[in-house]
Structures are given as C-alpha cells and as structure tokens.
C-alpha cells in the first residue's frame, strides 16, 4: 500500500466512524449491522495501524481510536 491508500483507507474509516457515532448517538440500532460496530472499525484499523505507515499518520490513528474508544461508553440518548 502507498501513501495514498492509506490516506483513502483513513479517510474511509474516520467517515464510517463518524457514521456509527451517529448510529450510537440516535440509538438507531435497527440499522446495526457488523459494519456499524466499532469492533469492526478498531479491526479494520488496527489493520492499517500493522502496517508500515509513515509517522504522519500517527496522530490521525491516534484520534480515531479515542474516537472508537468513547463509542464504548456512550450513553444513549433516546429513552
């Protein structure tokens, strides 16, 4: 993988997240599927993160895990 597929990889995965926050935010859970949990986000890029990427990307990865982390306790907001 080059420079660019990694950004359009990142890119991607910071788009689904913010998808799925919005999911967890709503409490949509009639559109959960395997795509929209963050288990499957933190394995896509953890991943990217095996690879050799450049050390530009570190602080982007580092901001989407925290990212993946708040999703864990996020409290729902409808009753």
């Avoid at 420079?3 to 959960?32: K, N, P």
């Avoid at 530009?56 to 989407?64: D, G, K, N, S, Y």
């Amino acid at each position: 993988m080059g420079y660019d597929d990694y950004a359009w990889e990142l890119a991607h995965i910071r788009t689904m997240i913010l998808q799925v926050e919005r999911l967890v935010h709503d409490d949509d859970s009639g559109q959960a599927t395997p795509v929209t949990s963050p288990d499957y986000w933190r394995a896509r890029l953890n991943s990217v993160v095996e690879a050799e990427l450049p050390a530009t990307f570190e602080p982007q990865i580092r901001a989407l895990l925290a990212r993946l982390d708040a999703l864990r306790g996020a409290p729902r907001t409808r009753a």
